[in-house]
C-alpha cells in the first residue's frame, strides 16, 4: 500500500500561479508512474498530467499543456505540479495518484483505474 500525501492547493486569481506537490510514503518516487487528475463539482475525474517512472517522459491533458509542468524531486522524494497562468475553469479537486512501473500502455495513463494509488484530493479555485 502506498500513501500519498498532497500538498499546495489554495485560492489564486485568474492569471496566477501554484504549485502542488505529492509524497507517496514508504516507496520511492523514482519507482512509480505519478500522475495529477483533478475533479470540478459535477463533472468526472479528468486527466491532468503524468510522468513516468524515470521522470524522462511526461504527458499533459491539452486544456493544461504549455501552461502546466509536472516534475519528479528524487532528493526530495515528491511530484510536482507547477500550475501558471491559471484559469477559472481550472477549479477542481487535484488528485495525486500513482502506480507501480509495469510498462504500461501510454494510452491507459490518462485512465483513472490504471492507478492503484490516490491521495485525499486538494481543492484548487482560481477566481476571475
Known amino acids: 500500500q502506498v500513501q500519498l500525501v498532497e500538498s499546495g492547493g489554495g485560492l489564486v486569481q485568474a492569471g496566477g500561479s501554484l504549485r502542488l506537490s505529492c509524497a507517496p510514503a514508504g516507496r520511492t518516487v523514482s519507482n512509480l508512474i505519478m500522475g495529477w487528475f483533478r475533479q470540478a463539482p459535477g463533472k468526472e475525474r479528468e486527466f491532468v498530467a503524468v510522468?513516468?517512472?524515470?521522470?524522462?517522459?511526461?504527458t499533459y491533458a491539452d486544456s493544461v499543456n504549455s501552461r502546466f509542468t509536472i516534475s519528479k524531486d528524487v532528493a526530495k522524494n515528491t511530484v510536482n505540479l507547477q500550475m501558471n497562468s491559471l484559469k477559472p475553469e481550472d477549479t477542481a479537486v487535484y488528485y495525486c495518484a500513482a502506480d507501480r512501473d509495469r510498462n504500461t500502455p501510454a494510452r491507459a495513463l490518462s485512465v483513472p483505474r490504471t492507478y492503484d494509488y490516490w491521495g485525499q484530493g486538494t481543492q484548487v479555485t482560481v477566481s476571475s
Open positions: 510522468i513516468s517512472a524515470s521522470g524522462v517522459t511526461t
